[in-house]
């Protein structure tokens, strides 16, 4: 009889240890942000968040030749970001990520001269 509590324990510690797991990744996401100007996509433009859920570190990050930044692994929820680049206008823009794959845009003006 001991040996029948033993054999059902394991299959449902591993249910439950797979339920976790799934759940853990449910709730993060992979947020891309395209930030452009007037001419098409900018690159070397800085994304800062201002404001993430809570257990979520601060992001940091700078956009490549083709204007992305990718933030991935994060959780979902709502964030603010400032996004900056010499020569153009900083922008606060928020998002609401939730799971899975997301792609945004966020478009600066030119500083005026």
Not at 38 to 53: E, I, M, T
């Amino acid at each position: 009889m001991k040996q029948w509590y033993l054999v059902m324990a394991v299959p449902a510690a591993a249910i439950l240890l797979l339920t976790a797991m799934v759940g853990c990744v449910a709730n993060t996401a992979d947020l891309k942000i395209m930030v452009q100007g007037p001419d098409g996509p900018l690159s070397g433009a800085k994304v800062v968040s201002n404001a993430q859920p809570e257990g979520q570190l601060k992001l940091t990050g700078i956009t490549a030749a083709d204007g992305f930044v990718t933030f991935s692994g994060i959780k979902t929820g709502n964030y603010e970001f400032t996004v900056s680049r010499f020569d153009y206008e900083s922008k606060e823009v928020s998002y609401k990520v939730v799971a899975g794959h997301m792609q945004v845009t966020a478009t600066l003006a030119k500083v005026p001269d």
